[in-house]
C-alpha cells in the first residue's frame, strides 16, 4: 500500500502510474467551457463524474453527458466505460472534476455512459461501520476486460470496508485477485482520515487528506473517517475476473456473527439485491 498526495490541478493529474502491475488513475479537472482529450490507446478507461457537468464525445461515435451532479456526498452517480483504441473529448458546462483510472484491454468492448438509474449499492454495515456504497462501471452494467469503478461515502466518526477484508488471493468461491485504488474527496477541507493494512507480514496506516489516493495491492485494508466531515472515496479496480469478491479476517467474523449478516463482499452485484 502506497499514498499519493498530491493537488487536484486544472486539466489533467497522474496520480497512479507505476505503483501497481496493471491498474493507473488520475483526475481531471475543468472550468467551465475547457475541454480535454483522452486517448485510450491499448487501455480501457473507467470515468466517474464526482461533482459538474460535461458533454461526452467518442472517436467511435458515442455521444452523452455526465451530470449534473452537485456533489458525491448527497447525489449518485455518473460514469463512462471507454474501451481500447478511442479517444474521449470532454467538454465542462460547469466546474467539473472526474476521477479516471484505466487497465489494459486485450479486446475492444463496447462503450457507455452510465447513468444513475442504471448504479447499484446500498447501505452497508450497521452502526458506526454503517456506510453507502455505489456500483458504477460495474461487471454487470459495463462489458470490460479487467476494469470497474465503484464509490463509498463515509459518515463522520464511521469506519468503512469493514470488517477488514482482502482481495489479494484467488480462493474458489471466497477470493478473487485485483488491484485496488481509492481515491478520497472529504466535504469539509478540515477534513480527514485513517486508512490501515495489515495481513501476517505488513502493519502500516496513512493519515488521508482531501485528493489523496492510495493503492492497495494485498492485504486487509479498513479506513476511517474523522469526525466532522464525511468522507467520499471513489474506487478503481482491476483484475482479470474482473468482478469483486473478497474474504474477510476471520478474527472479525463476529462483526457479521453479532448482526446475522453474511459476507457482504462475497457477490457484489448490482442487479442481486439478495447479495447486498
Not at 467511435?60 to 453527458?65: E, I, T, V
Not at 493503492?215 to 472515496?233: K, Q
Request: proline share 5%; net charge negative.
Amino acid at each position: 500500500m502506497a499514498r499519493i498526495r498530491k493537488k487536484i490541478r486544472y486539466g489533467w493529474t497522474q496520480h497512479i502510474d507505476k505503483e501497481l502491475n496493471n491498474l493507473k488513475v488520475g483526475t481531471v479537472l475543468l472550468k467551465a467551457g475547457e475541454s480535454i482529450e483522452l486517448k485510450t490507446k491499448d487501455r480501457e478507461f473507467a470515468l466517474v463524474l464526482i461533482y459538474g457537468e460535461c458533454n461526452v464525445k467518442l472517436s467511435s461515435g458515442l455521444q452523452g453527458k455526465l451530470g449534473p451532479r452537485e456533489n458525491p456526498f448527497e447525489h449518485p452517480p455518473w460514469g463512462l466505460f471507454a474501451t481500447r483504441e478511442e479517444t474521449i473529448l470532454l467538454t465542462a458546462k460547469s466546474k467539473t472534476l472526474i476521477g479516471v483510472g484505466s487497465a489494459p484491454a486485450k479486446v475492444k468492448m463496447s462503450n457507455k455512459i452510465v447513468e444513475p438509474s442504471e448504479t447499484g449499492g446500498g447501505l452497508r454495515g450497521v452502526d458506526n461501520w454503517e456506510r453507502t456504497v455505489r456500483f458504477v462501471c460495474w461487471s454487470d452494467n459495463t462489458e470490460g476486460n479487467m476494469l470497474m469503478a465503484g464509490e463509498t461515502c463515509t459518515p463522520s466518526g464511521n469506519w468503512s470496508t469493514m470488517p477488514p477484508h482482502r482481495h489479494q488471493y484467488d480462493i474458489l468461491d471466497k477470493e478473487v485477485a485485483y488491484e485496488e485504488a481509492y481515491l478520497f474527496q472529504f466535504s469539509k477541507p478540515q477534513g480527514f482520515g485513517l486508512i490501515w493494512k495489515f495481513d501476517e507480514e505488513k502493519d502500516q496506516a496513512y493519515s488521508i487528506r482531501d485528493g489523496d489516493v492510495i493503492s492497495i495491492d494485498g492485504g486487509y485494508h479498513p479506513l476511517v473517517c474523522g469526525p466532522g466531515s464525511t468522507l467520499y472515496h471513489l474506487t478503481f479496480m482491476a483484475g482479470p475476473n474482473r468482478i469483486s469478491r473478497s474474504s474477510i479476517h476471520p478474527d472479525y467474523d463476529f462483526l457479521l456473527e453479532e448482526q446475522d449478516m453474511n459476507n457482504p463482499y462475497k457477490n457484489q452485484y448490482i442487479e442481486k439485491e439478495d447479495d447486498k
